[in-house]
């Protein structure tokens, strides 16, 4: 029910602009995050916002160089990400959940997940 594009390779110090788009307008008034998982860690947190967009969320290692972005009009969620480094490589995914009930960091909090898109970044 969501679906997350715009991952790829790229270099350090290059930008990338995460898209997730949900399936239904039912999501435009639903929490959303972005979490990502490099291979063999654990999910960890990116950033967040909530329904109207008035409030964002983000983790220490991407606060400065990323911005997280919803247009409830097209049902979009988007995540700009500048400076890249290479501890940004991970799969990139993004996540939605109706009335946020617990940590928005923890990755239990969410009830919906997209599929995930890589993102390598080449030092």
């Known amino acids: 029910q969501l679906q997350a594009s715009g991952g790829g390779l790229v270099q350090a110090g290059d930008s990338l602009r995460l898209s997730c788009a949900p399936s239904d307008r039912t999501f435009s008034s639903y929490f959303m995050g972005w979490f990502r998982q490099a291979p063999g860690k654990e999910r960890d947190f990116v950033a967040a916002?909530?329904?109207?967009?008035?409030?964002?969320f983000y983790a220490d290692s991407v606060k400065g160089r990323s911005t997280i972005s919803r247009d409830n009009a097209k049902i979009t969620v988007d995540l700009q990400m500048n400076s890249l480094k290479a501890g940004d490589t991970a799969v990139y995914y993004c996540?939605?959940?109706?009335?946020?009930?617990?940590?928005?960091?923890?990755?239990?909090?969410?009830?919906?997940w997209g599929q995930g898109t890589q993102v390598t970044v080449s030092s």
């Open positions: 916002i909530t329904w109207n967009g008035g409030r964002t």
């Open positions: 996540a939605a959940v109706a009335i946020l009930g617990g940590d928005f960091r923890n990755p239990d909090s969410y009830y919906y």
